[in-house]
């Protein structure tokens, strides 16, 4: 894959999470601030959805950054119980 895609997919991401987390806030800001939004169920349905897309946005915005590095080579194992590592021998096996 090509440097520029690498950077692309490092980008890309936490700009739309970004944007995301800026909107949900100024829904989250707007909707206590005013009475006739707070007395609608819409609007207070909007601002719990904003609420945990709030959560959602700064997850996806950072990514991989609290992982720590060798935590990357975790996700490439394939298999079951004493298949990731060969070299630990298992008393009872559920296959």
């Not at 909007?46 to 915005?61: K, P, V």
Request: hydrophobic share 45%.
């Amino acid at each position: 894959m090509a440097p520029n895609w690498d950077l692309a997919f490092a980008v890309v991401p936490r700009v739309a999470a970004f944007f995301s987390l800026l909107g949900s806030s100024f829904i989250v800001y707007e909707v206590p601030s005013d009475h006739k939004k707070r007395a609608k169920v819409y609007h207070r349905i909007m601002c719990g959805m904003s609420t945990f897309d709030i959560i959602g946005s700064i997850c996806y915005f950072l990514g991989r950054w609290p992982m720590p590095p060798d935590a990357l080579a975790v996700w490439n194992l394939k298999g079951g119980i004493g298949t990731e590592m060969p070299h630990v021998q298992h008393k009872h096996s559920l296959v």
